[in-house]
């Protein structure tokens, strides 16, 4: 059985099913964690939830921003973005199979691989220097069930906003889950003590004064344990021994990026597809 980690696919089936070809992809012997930001921007977002719901357990989503934008979408909370390429999947036929699936998915996973029983963290886009693994896991399971519950129009209506930039432990209610979502779908820079900011998108080394890429916190508590994330276009294909960025920038005309794993989480290959541009950046 072979393991994989694919970056944003953000609605573009076409490359989607293409680098499963290249990887040879099974579902009956492969497990694969799609990183998050499953649609919106590419041509074919309904396609790429119908075919992670045909492969069952072998397919293994993550939440990203994006996929949050689409239930807010859909329950009322959000009205569409200029770049948004939603409305044939709102349309369909099959909507409500296809959001009931949606908001089943976590917003973070943890795969053990190997004899050795390696731990994998997997999210969208980062985890808060306060955190550690279990914290991260727990967290998110807070607001999955949220999204699971009858709830959920009343958080999507409430999910958006950059406030409270800061996690504390004391933190309650819509807040706390806010702060949640925020770091687990939006984070890049943070400063030193954890606040997030959400105004540059671009590449690590090019980090606005007084901020760092969330990775780079000195004493992150899941510094050593690996992770593996997307989200961060810019930011492009970053392989450390404890770290794993794989948003290739498909949507932009760039790669869909896969990382199969050996025997342990140290050795990995990188396959990629080209893809066609569907989004100019800044459009």
């Known amino acids: 059985m072979a393991l994989y980690c694919i970056g944003d696919v953000q609605g573009c089936d076409r490359a989607l099913g293409q680098l499963l070809e290249l990887i040879g992809f099974s579902p009956s012997r492969d497990t694969v964690y799609l990183l998050g930001d499953l649609v919106n921007r590419g041509p074919d977002s309904a396609a790429v939830l119908r075919r992670c719901m ?10 990203g921003n994006h996929d949050l934008h689409l239930l807010a979408l859909a329950h009322g909370a959000r009205k569409p973005g200029r770049q948004d390429t939603l409305q044939e999947l709102l349309a369909a036929p ?3 199979a296809l959001l009931d699936w949606l908001r089943q998915q ?3 996973r943890q795969h053990v691989h190997g004899r050795d029983e390696e731990a994998l963290l997997l999210v969208h886009a980062g985890v808060l220097p306060q955190w550690s693994v279990q914290d991260t896991l727990a967290l998110a399971d807070e607001v999955h069930a949220v999204l699971r519950s009858a709830d959920l ?4 209506r409430q999910m958006y906003g950059n406030a409270p930039a800061q996690w504390h432990d004391g933190l309650r209610g819509v807040e706390r889950l806010r702060v949640i979502v925020n770091a687990l779908t939006r984070l890049r820079f943070c400063t030193p003590q ?3 900011d959400f105004s540059s ?22 510094a050593g344990h690996p992770i593996a994330f997307g989200h961060w276009s810019t930011l492009g294909w970053l392989n450390r021994p404890d770290l794993l960025a794989l948003d290739t920038g498909c949507v932009w005309g760039g790669a869909l990026s896969a990382v199969r794993f050996g025997h342990t989480l140290a050795e ?11 989004q100019r950046p800044g459009a």
Do not use: K
Not at 153 to 156: A, G, K, N, Q
Not at 270 to 277: G, I, K, P
């Open 54 to 63: 045909a492969h069952g357990d072998a397919l293994r989503p993550l939440l």
């Open 201 to 222: 998108t671009e590449s690590a080394g090019a980090a606005p004064p007084g901020l760092l890429p969330w990775f780079d916190v000195p004493g992150r508590r899941t």
């Open 194 to 196: 954890g606040a997030m």
């Open 106 to 108: 976590p917003l973070a």
């Open 153 to 156: 129009r009343d958080f999507l």
């Open 268 to 278: 990995r290959e990188l396959l990629q597809v080209r893809c066609a541009q569907a």
């Open 94 to 96: 099959d909507r409500a």
